[in-house]
C-alpha cells in the first residue's frame, strides 16, 4: 500500500512537469521548429509558462508525499533529502523558468529511478543474494588515499564542465578561469581570479555552492551519507576507508559519525543562514536576495570557503557587529572540528557528560584555537592600529581584527583591504594560514593540534624529557613523529612551489607570491590582490596547490603517516647521528 501512496507523487509531479519540459524544450530550443507551422508559437509558450508556475508546487507535493510515505521527520531528512534540496532553490528562484527546467528534469528522473528502487525492494518473496563486498574502485586496487585523490579531481572535472554550460555565465569566461573557481569552491580556498557574482548566473553560483558543500563535508563522507539516507549499507571496503578518514577505532561508530556529522553541518548551516538573511534584510537588501545571500554565505562560511557573491567580499559589512560576529561563529564552527563540536554539544546541550570528561583531542583544539585567535587579533590591532585600522574606532578596530584573525586561520573572507597591510602582519599571517584549524573539519592547513604537538616537543626537548606531554597525558611517539613529518612536507612543498611562482610572476613582489602560496597550501582564500593578474602557468600551479592543500594532508595520514607496521619484521641494530 506504501508503494501506491508514494506512486502519487511521481503521478503529479509528472503532470506538471513533463508538460512544462516539453514545451521548454519545444519553444526555446526548437527541437521541432516544423511544428510551429501547426501549433502557434504564443500556444506553447502559454502552456509553458502556466506549467511552469506549477512546477514547484509539484515538487513540494512529491516531497509533502515522501513525509508521509516514510512517517517522520528524520527518516524524511534520510530518504528525501534531494527533493528537500531541489524545492528550495526553485522557490526562491520563482519564475526563473530555465533554471526551474534543469531542476525540474534533473529531480523527475531522480523520482523515477527511486520509485525504480522501492518497486524492488517491495519485491514479495525477494531473496537476498550474496554478494562480494567491493566498492568499483576496488576493482583498480587503489588505497584509500589514492580514492581521495580520483574523487576530488572528479567533482573538479564534473563542476569545471557544468560551469561551461551557457546557463552557468553571465559573460564569456576563459577555461582556466572555470577551473580555477571550481578547483576554489571544491578544495574550499577562497581564492578567485573572476568576479563571482557579475560573471556567474544563480546556477553557476549553486555549482560552485555544491562544490562547496562537497569539498567541505569531504566527498567520501559524503557519498557515504547519500548511501545511509537511500538506506543502503556500506559496503566493506568503503567503511574500512571512512574508519580510516574519520580516525575511528571501530566500523560501528561509522553509522553514527556519518549521520551526526551531516545533521550537524545541516543545522549550523540552516541557523547561520537565518541570521544572515535578517541581517542582510534589515540592511536594505530585498528578501529574495537576502535569503539566498544569507544560505550562499552561510555555507561558505562554515565550510571555511571564503566565496562570496559580493563584488569586495564583505568589505560592505566590515562594521556590522551582526555579520562578523555570525560569520566568525560559522567559521569555528566548521574549522574546529567535528568531533569537537559533538563533545562540545554533549556538555552544554545534552547534559550527557561534564567538562572535565572531555578529551584530550577536545581539550587540545579548544586551547590552540582560543590561544590562535588571541595572537590574531592582537596582532592584526597592534600592527594596524595606525595605519588600515586608524579610520575607524576603538570597538571597530577590535571588531575587524578578530574577525581577520578568525577567517585568516583556514576562511578567507576579509573586511579590510589585505594588501594594505604592513608586512609584518602579513607574515603573522601567512603563519596562521599554514597552521590552519582542526582535524576532520572543513579547514585546511597542516592543522591546529599537529602545531599544538610541535611546540609540546620543542618544549619537551628544552626540558631534557624523552617524551611529549600534554594536558598530564603522554603523547605516542609515533604521533610526534607523524606531526614532524607532516609539518617538514608541507613546508618543503610550499618552498619549492614559492620558487617557481617566484621564477613565473616575475613582476610581482615576494610578499605577495608568498601571501599567495601560503593562501593557496592551507586553502585560507586571502590575497594581496595578485591573483587576477597572475599568468596562466602561475594559474595552473595555483590551482595544483589547492588541490594538494585539500587532499595532501589527508593523503599523507593515509597513504604515509597511518601505514601498518612494515612488514617482515625486521629490526636494526641501532645506530647514531650527531645533531644541533
Known amino acids: 500500500m506504501k508503494f501506491t501512496d508514494i506512486r502519487l507523487g511521481l503521478i ?8 512544462f519540459i516539453i514545451c521548454y524544450l519545444l519553444f526555446n530550443k526548437q527541437v521541432i521548429p516544423q511544428l510551429f507551422q501547426y501549433v502557434p508559437s504564443e500556444y506553447i509558450e502559454i502552456v509553458g509558462t502556466y506549467f511552469g508556475w506549477l512546477v514547484p508546487v ?45 531542476l525540474a528534469t534533473v529531480h523527475w528522473f531522480s523520482s523515477l529511478v527511486s520509485i525504480y528502487d522501492l518497486r524492488q525492494e517491495f519485491q514479495p518473496n525477494k531473496k537476498v ?50 577551473l580555477f573557481m571550481v578547483t576554489s569552491a571544491t578544495c574550499v580556498t577562497g581564492l578567485t581570479t573572476i568576479d563571482l557574482g557579475q560573471c556567474y548566473t544563480v546556477f553557476g553560483q549553486l555549482v560552485i555552492l555544491c562544490c562547496i558543500q562537497i569539498g567541505g563535508l569531504g566527498i567520501m563522507t559524503l557519498s557515504s551519507s547519500l548511501t545511509l539516507f537511500l538506506g543502503k549499507s556500506l ?6 576507508l571512512m574508519q580510516d578518514i574519520l580516525d575511528l577505532n571501530s ?66 559589512f566590515k562594521t556590522n557587529v551582526g555579520v562578523n560576529l555570525t560569520v566568525s561563529m560559522l567559521i569555528i564552527s566548521g574549522g574546529i572540528g567535528f568531533f569537537v563540536i559533538k563533545e562540545l554539544r554533549n556538555v552544554f546541550f545534552f547534559r550527557k557528560q561534564k567538562l572535565e570528561q572531555i578529551s584530550l583531542h577536545t581539550r587540545v583544539m579548544l586551547v590552540a584555537t582560543i590561544s590562535l585567535i588571541l595572537i590574531g587579533t592582537v596582532s592584526i590591532f597592534v600592527g594596524e592600529f595606525l595605519t588600515t585600522l586608524s579610520q575607524y574606532n576603538l570597538g571597530e578596530k577590535f571588531l575587524i581584527s578578530f574577525f581577520q584573525s578568525v577567517t585568516t586561520r583556514t576562511a578567507g573572507f576579509h573586511t579590510i583591504s589585505i594588501g594594505m597591510m604592513n608586512p609584518h602582519t602579513l607574515l603573522v599571517i ?9 582535524p576532520i573539519s572543513t579547514a585546511g592547513g597542516i592543522k591546529a ?32 613523529l607523524k606531526s614532524i613529518a607532516l609539518t617538514l612536507i608541507s613546508f618543503f612543498l610550499v618552498f619549492v612551489v614559492t620558487i617557481i611562482m617566484v621564477k613565473l610572476e616575475e613582476n610581482k613582489t615576494i610578499l605577495s607570491i608568498i601571501f599567495e602560496v601560503m593562501s593557496a597550501f592551507g586553502t585560507v ?14 594559474k595552473l600551479i595555483i590551482i595544483l596547490l589547492m588541490y594538494i592543500g585539500r587532499i595532501g594532508p589527508l593523503t599523507l595520514v593515509l597513504g604515509i603517516v597511518r601505514r601498518k607496521a612494515q612488514r617482515g619484521g625486521i629490526s636494526y641494530p641501532q645506530g647514531r647521528v650527531l645533531i644541533g
Open 430 to 438: 601567512c603563519l596562521l594560514m599554514f597552521i590552519g584549524a582542526g
Open 12 to 19: 503529479v509531479e509528472s503532470l506538471v512537469s513533463l508538460p
Open 251 to 316: 566500523i560501528e561508530e561509522i553509522y553514527t559519525m556519518i549521520i551526526d556529522i551531516i545533521r550537524t553541518t545541516f543545522i549550523i548551516e540552516m541557523i547561520g543562514a537565518i541570521f544572515l538573511t535578517i541581517i542582510f534584510f534589515n540592511s536594505g537588501m530585498e528578501f529574495s536576495e537576502s535569503l539566498y545571500a544569507g544560505i550562499f554565505h552561510s555555507v561558505s562560511a562554515f565550510c571555511n570557503a571564503g566565496l562570496s557573491i559580493f563584488s569586495n567580499n564583505l568589505e560592505g
Open 58 to 102: 509539484g515538487v513540494l507535493f512529491s516531497l509533502c508525499v515522501q513525509w508521509f510515505f516514510y512517517g517522520s521527520v528524520e527518516n524524511l531528512f534520510r530518504k528525501g533529502t534531494f527533493t528537500m534540496v531541489v524545492v528550495v532553490p526553485m522557490f526562491i528562484t520563482w519564475g526563473d523558468f530555465e533554471f526551474t527546467f534543469w
Open 525 to 538: 582564500g586571502l590575497s594581496m590582490g595578485i591573483t587576477p593578474q597572475l599568468s596562466e602557468p602561475g
Open 129 to 178: 543474494q550474496s554478494v562480494k563486498a567491493e566498492s568499483y574502485f576496488s576493482a583498480f586496487h587503489l588505497n584509500p588515499a589514492q580514492i581521495v585523490i580520483i574523487t576530488f579531481l572528479l567533482t573538479i572535472v564534473l563542476g569545471t564542465t557544468l560551469l561551461m554550460l551557457p546557463i552557468a555565465t553571465k559573460k564569456d569566461v576563459a577555461l582556466i578561469d572555470h
Open 449 to 480: 593540534s599537529t602545531f599544538v604537538i610541535l611546540i609540546q616537543s620543542i618544549k619537551a626537548t628544552l626540558l631534557g624529557k624523552d617524551r611529549v606531554e600534554i594536558f598530564k597525558r603522554e603523547l605516542h611517539p609515533q604521533v610526534v
Open 235 to 240: 559496503e566493506i571496503r568503503d567503511q574500512l
